[in-house]
Nanobody, 123 residues
Framework: QVQLVESGGGLVQAGGSLRLSCAAS????????VGWFRQAPGKEREFVVV????????YLADSVKGRFTISRDNAKNTVYLQMNSLKPEDTAVYYC????????????????WGQGTLVTVSS
């Protein structure tokens, strides 16, 4: 089974950038769609972005369109989330997740979750 480890979280000022990484173990990583979710304090976890297994298709939540970009390097078993123009409302624990289906993943039904990495955006 795939295991996921996120990294790259931290504290950044509003308007700044961060790049999160999701490193996966397992030989079948390239056959999975990979997504990012986030959970802000006191709120439910929400979908952020997904990338297809081949990396040719992406889908982003409206709240991050134009600011976040997802990419993957299957040779390195890693997915990246580039976050630009960060806002205080982007503050959350960010979780990486995988599933065989991008559509199922967008709905929150995923096969494997990572442990999360905290992103804090100060105003």
């Amino acid at each position: 089974q795939v295991q996921l480890v996120e990294s790259g979280g931290g504290l950044v000022q509003a308007g700044g950038s961060l790049r999160l990484s999701c490193a996966a173990s397992g030989r079948t990583f390239s056959s999975y769609a990979v997504g990012w979710f986030r959970q802000a304090p006191g709120k439910e976890r929400e979908f952020v972005v997904v990338i297809s297994w081949r990396g040719t298709n992406t889908y982003l939540a409206d709240s991050v369109k134009g600011r976040f970009t997802i990419s993957r390097d299957n040779a390195k078993n890693t997915v990246y989330l580039q976050m630009n123009s960060l806002k205080p409302e982007d503050t959350a624990v960010y979780y990486c997740a995988v599933d065989r289906s991008s559509i199922r993943l967008r709905g929150g039904s995923v096969e494997v979750w990572g442990q999360g990495t905290l992103v804090t955006v100060s105003s």
